[in-house]
């Protein structure tokens, strides 16, 4: 979820991240435990799904530091679970900030891992497993930041919400749950969007402000034909009508757009990336379909979700024998829709674009919904600014849309503006969420912690 703009390196050291590292010290070593502690959870979909095992031991460390056990609800659904826990505020009319996270992990097999997955290994500064990225780091450091405000006596003005879904890497039912009964809220908050780039050097390079996502969606194209004896070809083949479809939606371009949130990313990205680069940012703002800018900007793999609708094929069945005229191909078209474009339209634009009556296009239930990008607010943008700012001077704050999907979509899809802002910094080469030996550095616990508190209190006094 921390896919952001492509833009060149600030340059800025690292000035302050070992100065502030004792800030927290008790919730500091609180969010390291129950990383470990969460890591060791097999919160996978499925037979031995232990993601409500994980929420009761959440729970537990909540009822422990200071949280009455009755705000806080565990709801099992299928083999997960979902957890609501309530830090009450004073005010009885001002509505209340949501944060949102996830308790469960992307599949691991131990035979494909140096280290086993689902054991938790500190080594060389880093901590290693599934979920030690995506997102149990984030979590922990939330819940641990949560503790520690109840440590100190803190009582917000609004309500703050912790909404922790059980199958976001999948089905996503629990998020949908969760969103048809709590959607009045001033914002939401996603702790797994957003986030922090890294030179190989360790300096910083951009932070990104999650404001809107794509919406995802699959479509099957399917043609089929009486087929035969291979000896005897005729002039229908399935596989060679699918073939030309996959041609055609190769060479085909969705036009170029644009909203607040990538308008502010390309316009922010333009003052540091290089000539040509920051040439087709600033000629896609003032017309999004210039052929010549959007042709640099979709040649950046970080940039071409950026500016429209991206269609991709997947996967491809066909045939039922190496001596047999096929009688069916199949394929799978993945894409990643732009905020405003239904679902509905790029099925009848791939229809349009393949141009042949034999095809028959089935659009999939993907299990997502669409949303519409979320309002730049000043208030979160300045005080996300400020909380960075503290770490890494300078760095820019770049607003981002993910090119993925993310819990928060269910709840903008409910009128809720929601922001992806973890404020973990990761060097590219230490990104393993989803892969294989997933790792990440310990020294973004005591910054984030840091964080999360500057934030919570920012928007909650």
């Known amino acids: 979820m921390r896919v952001l703009a492509g833009v060149a390196l600030v340059g800025l050291a690292l ?77 009885r009319t001002a509505k209340p900030i949501y944060i949102s996270g996830h308790m469960d992990v992307v599949e691991a097999r131990p035979e494909d891992w140096t280290r086993d997955p689902f054991t938790p290994i500190v080594e060389n500064g880093y901590i290693f497993g599934r979920g030690a990225t995506d997102m149990k780091y984030d979590l922990s450091n939330l819940v641990a930041t949560l503790i520690q405000l109840k440590r100190e006596g803190y009582r917000p003005a609004r309500d703050i919400v912790l909404l922790a879904s059980g199958d976001e890497e999948t ?11 709590y959607h009045d809220a001033e914002m939401l908050l996603n702790i797994d969007g957003g986030g922090g780039s890294l030179d190989e050097n360790g300096k910083p390079e951009i932070f990104g402000l999650q404001g809107a996502e794509k919406t995802y969606a699959d479509y099957e194209l399917t043609f089929t034909n009486p087929g035969g004896h291979s000896s005897a070809p005729g002039k229908s083949n399935a596989i060679y009508s699918l073939a030309h479809a996959l041609d055609r939606i190769e060479a085909y371009q969705f036009p170029g757009e644009i909203n607040e949130i990538t308008r502010a990313g390309f316009v922010e990205g333009a003052k540091t990336a290089d000539a040509e680069m920051a040439r087709a940012m600033r000629a896609f703002l003032v017309n999004q379909q210039d052929p010549k800018a959007l042709a640099v900007l979709r040649s950046e793999p970080g940039l ?158």
């Open 171 to 181: 089905s996503m039912k629990t998020t949908a749950l969760m969103a048809d009964q």
């Open 15 to 91: 000035a302050s991240g070992t100065a502030r590292a004792q800030q927290n010290p008790q919730a500091e070593a609180q969010a390291l435990e129950m990383l470990k502690r969460g890591i060791a959870f097999r919160t996978v979909a499925g037979p031995g799904n232990q993601t409500p095992d994980y929420a009761a031991y959440l729970k537990a460390q909540l009822v422990a530091g200071g949280f009455d056990s009755a705000d806080i609800r565990i709801e099992k659904v299928g083999d997960t679970a979902y957890l609501v826990a309530r830090y009450p505020g004073t005010s």
């Open 304 to 461: 071409i979700g950026q500016t429209g609708t991206t269609c991709v094929a997947t996967m491809v069945t066909a045939g039922h024998a190496t001596n047999a005229l096929p009688q069916r191909a199949t394929a799978n078209i993945n894409c990643r829709i732009f905020p405003g474009t239904s679902v509905e339209s790029v099925a009848a634009t791939l229809a349009k674009v393949v141009g042949d009556p034999a095809l028959k296009l089935r659009t999939l239930d993907s299990g997502t919904v669409a949303s519409p990008a979320s309002p730049l607010r000043p208030d979160l943008v300045a005080l996300v600014t400020q909380g960075i700012h503290a770490r890494f001077p300078g760095v820019p704050i770049v607003p981002a849309m993910s090119a993925g999907a993310s819990d928060s979509m269910w709840f903008r899809a409910k009128g809720v503006p929601s922001y992806g802002v973890s404020p973990i910094f990761m060097k590219g080469s230490d990104s393993f969420a989803h892969g294989l030996n997933e790792r990440t550095p310990l020294s973004e616990i005591a910054p984030s912690i840091t964080y999360y508190k500057f934030l919570l209190k920012g928007l909650t006094r």
